[in-house]
């Protein structure tokens, strides 16, 4: 069965400084790759997706994130942190021909002044 | 764009009342939605997946009795809790996808925190 791990439940960095959320999946084939952020109370907002094509892949918000094949990781960074990047981040896979979304347990990111 | 509304965002209402929850995409047709229910501090874990004019698909251990699913047109799906209790005090989140083809992405309404006192 394929998983998502989240490594970290629990992220902070300073303002201006690099933002590095990890995610690995465990799948014998790519799945489809999506990392989304919620803020308090709301839904979920999609910040990138890797289906096919280039492996670095530029989402909203400054972020990016890396699918690694050989690592089985899709880590999402931002270059410099701001204090608007507080919030839950979600990193989810989509198994090829599964209809079904699988989520990673969350990274909670704090922004310190 | 591709915009879901999720009505009402919070609800407060005495044990053994049924709630009813509306999701709906606004500029788009959505053939399938989904259904999650979200603990504090918690990931998102699917309920159901709504198709239109077909039943919904339960998880396993969500009870269809309890969380009725009504998807009777393109831009609508309805989930209902009937008789709530305490335990059923929750984040509802729905998601619909836009367009066919499992590359594309869900996209979220903004949830429902259910209160039964």
């Known amino acids: 069965a394929q998983s998502v791990t989240q490594l970290g439940s629990h992220v902070s960095v300073s303002e201006g400084a690099l933002v590095l959320l990890r995610c690995n999946y465990s799948?014998?084939?790519?799945?489809?790759l999506f990392w989304y952020v919620q803020y308090p109370n709301q839904g979920l907002q999609l910040l990138l997706k890797?289906?096919?094509?280039?492996?670095l892949v530029k989402g909203i918000n400054g972020f990016e994130a890396e699918f690694k094949k050989s690592e089985t990781s899709f880590h999402l960074t931002k270059p410099s942190a701001h204090m608007s990047d507080a919030a839950e981040y979600f990193c989810?896979?989509?198994?090829?021909?599964?209809?079904?979304?699988?989520f990673g347990q969350g990274t909670r990111l704090t922004i310190n002044p | 764009g591709a915009v879901v509304s999720q009505h009402p965002s919070r609800v407060i209402c005495k044990s053994g009342t049924s709630v009813k929850i509306e999701c709906r995409s606004l500029?788009?047709?959505?053939?399938?939605m989904f259904w999650y229910r979200q603990f504090p501090k918690q990931s998102l874990m699917l309920m159901a997946t709504?198709?239109?004019?077909?039943?919904?698909?339960?998880e396993q251990g969500v009870e269809k009795d309890k969380f009725l699913i009504n998807h009777a047109s393109l831009t609508l799906s309805t989930l209902t809790v009937t008789s709530a209790h305490p335990e059923d005090s929750s984040f509802y989140i729905c998601?619909?996808?836009?367009?066919?083809?499992?590359?594309?992405?869900?996209?979220f309404g903004d949830g429902t925190r259910l209160s039964i006192l």
């Open positions: 998601s619909a996808e836009k367009d066919q083809g499992l590359s594309q992405p869900q996209h």
């Open positions: 709504s198709n239109e004019g077909s039943k919904a698909t339960y």
């Open positions: 799948s014998s084939v790519p799945p489809y």
């Open positions: 989810a896979v989509r198994l090829q021909g599964a209809q079904k979304l699988v």
């Open positions: 500029d788009f047709q959505a053939t399938t």
């Open positions: 890797y289906t096919t094509g280039a492996t």
